[in-house]
């Protein structure tokens, strides 16, 4: 496997909503490839791809697993992500790696709200993809439906390669469009057969709409086809590997995994019509010297070494792993690289190819795999490796906000430190887990994308770290803000007999919409000495971390420093840094500062007859329903916005209002303003806290 060609290399995600089948389906590549020698079942804990011991008991993905494969002399590097919403970072961070990927699709509940997330998020990385429409044997599938959904809700251009025989209980073969050839299935086998004389003038249609399709980016192809001439098997994937490779078209096919129906077929269009890292082509990123010059690199391994670590993992045996995408040159084993977003030199000890939980180790990487690289110590996800006299600094990863607290302590005080370790390391792991200490309350609080988020995290830290914990309940992230500039000089003066501290800044805050956290230095003729401007960046990010009205954290605000002053004995770092800590006290009243609450997206299924009461409920939640098509027959799904803090507890809710028949999904939307009746009700039981604290 070492010795495949680039244009020979795959690396392709599986990603889709939760239960549409991903990793049944990943499983399914696995054994067809001939990796495993029995079939995996996610249902039974069995799945390969799902080794954590939380994804065996939930029977669903939580760390995106990566394996190394091959099919029909081409090596696949496949990631197998997860569906539910709380992972969303999982799905994130390998789309930012992968040159292309199989979008699954349940037959009966086609596009899903998760569907949706990761198609917008795979067209924000321009990556090709082709679809997977499963479970094409259960009651309610509809091939043609989830088609019609991918077009009119992700405006994919999806067109069938396949026509599948029957559906439901009577699905039992595939029609490939291009071959024109029927394959039947019996338990593992394929068998090949005629074309059902029932189904034999759809396929014909069918086919012609996809020559037709094609023809539109394909000159050759739209010569043959409008001068009624032959067109080859070959012609028709020539010009839709094009298609797929500029997202002009996706190309979907069909099957149901479970039942190892039409994932030979799959791999096959894999193959044929997914990129290489040759067809991805050249990577950009800037000079860290001067980052307004942009690197180019081709895919190859003659130019420099480029790579990118987008995932950390710790294991029991071989300790920490990072995973890391080679864009361009090759990595040796036991090499030294340039770590060009921390500016620093490291030795990589080992290099491993991993299947799933077991690890083959090599000597090297080159440009277009993807491996785990050991002995990495202060590498971290976003991180960019090169040669130090060729250095790049390639586009980081965007982490998501996080929307739930909660409180997280030792059973006894002795396990502090091992706690502080475990959770350092799972933050490491998973940038979308925040951990901080409130230094007034003295309390660790945990931060997460949702409830199994959270419950996830402390479940490793039971099973994985051997400890126990105490938690407290859920609560809302909410955040501080500022809405109006102000500007202040302030004084910082202190005597204590002997030396004193002084500190004097002028400075300004400013509403950083969309921006996020920034310190701008604007001091000129050294009124204060360089030395002593890093403090006060420092005192300013320490307000930021703990907030002023409410103790949240504050987001989009700009600290500009404009001048100041020192004396030559009483002036220190602390003193800067206490100095700004106490301004920034003074001059938040003056910038008619906010609370800010995270609002949900919220997508329901509900039955016809409960659609009425749903949308009553999401109204008494200070939620929205901002539209609502037909999900199926009898079924509406209702889309709109919904406060995190309105719904605890609604999951039950929505259960009884519906006698169990309805479901949702909930994710992240944006930070929005309080109301003040509430923004004042939290204020005051803060302050009520502190004071009893005091």
Partial sequence: ?????????????????????????????????????????????????????????????????????????????????????????????????????????????????????????????????????????????????????????????????????????????????????????????????????????????????????????????????????????????????????????????????????????????????????????????????????????????????????????????????????????????????????????????????????????????????????????????????????DSILLENIHYPETVLDMKIEPITTKERDRLGTALSRLALEDPSFKVRFDDETEETIISGMGELHLEIIVDRLKTEHKLDVIVGEPAVAFRETITREAELSYRYKKQTGGKGQFAQIFFRLEPNPGMGIEFVDHVKGGNIPREFIPAVEKGFREVVERGLIAGYPIVDIKFVLIDGSYHPVDSSEMAFRMCTILGMKEIISKTAPQLLEPIMKIEINTPDEYMGDAIGDINRRRGKIENMRRYRKGSQKLNGTVPLMEMFGYASTLRTLSSGRAAFSMEFLQYAALPKNIEEKIIEESRKKKAERN
């Avoid at 060609?5 to 795959?10: A, V, Y």
């Avoid at 697993?65 to 081409?74: D, L, M």
């Avoid at 839709?240 to 190892?260: H, I, M």
């Fill in 1 to 389: 496997m070492e010795n495949f060609e680039l244009q020979k290399i795959r690396n392709i995600g599986i990603v889709a909503h939760i239960d549409a089948g991903k990793t049944t389906t990943s499983e399914r590549i696995l054994f067809f490839t001939g990796v495993t020698h029995k079939l995996g079942e996610v249902h039974n804990g069995q799945a390969v791809m799902d080794f954590m011991k939380q994804e065996q008991e939930r029977g669903i993905t939580i760390t995106s697993a990566a394996i190394t494969t091959n099919w029909k002399e081409h090596q696949i590097n496949l990631i197998d992500t997860p569906g539910h919403i709380d992972f969303t970072l999982e799905v994130e961070r390998s789309l930012r790696v992968l040159d292309g990927i199989i979008m699954v699709f349940c037959a009966v509940g086609g596009v899903e709200p998760q569907s949706e997330t990761v198609w917008h998020q795979a067209d924000n990385y321009k990556v090709p993809r082709i679809a997977f429409i499963n479970k094409m044997d259960r009651a309610g599938a509809d091939f043609f439906q989830t088609i019609n959904m991918m077009n009119e809700m992700l405006g994919a251009n999806a067109v069938a390669f396949q026509l599948p025989i029957g559906s439901e209980v009577d699905f039992s073969g595939i029609i490939d469009l291009i071959t024109m050839k029927a394959y039947n299935y019996r338990e593992l086998d394929m068998l090949e057969i005629a074309i059902p004389s029932n189904l034999l003038a759809e396929a014909q249609q069918l086919r012609g709409q996809l020559i037709e399709k094609l023809a539109d980016f394909d000159e050759n192809l739209m010569e043959k086809f409008v001068n009624g001439t032959e067109i080859s098997e070959s012609d028709i994937r020539n010009a839709a590997r094009y298609a797929v490779l500029n997202l002009c078209v996706t190309p979907v096919f069909c099957g149901s995994s479970f039942k190892n129906r039409g994932v030979r077929l799959l791999l096959d269009a894999v193959v044929d019509y997914l990129p290489s890292p040759i067809d991805r082509g050249i990577i950009t990123g800037c000079d860290t010297n001067h980052p307004e010059i942009v690197i180019a690199r081709k895919p190859h391994v003659s130019e420099p070494l480029t790579a990118l670590a987008f995932k950390i993992t710790n294991d029991a045996y071989v300790g920490q792993q990072t995973f890391t995408r080679i864009y361009s040159g090759e990595l040796l084993s036991g090499s030294y690289v340039f770590n060009s977003t921390k500016q620093k030199r490291e030795r990589v000890g080992r290099i491993l190819r991993i299947h799933a939980d077991e690890r083959k180790e090599v000597a090297s990487l080159k440009a277009g795999d993807i491996g785990a690289l050991i002995g990495m110590k202060i590498t971290t996800t976003g991180d960019t490796l090169c040669n130090e006299k």
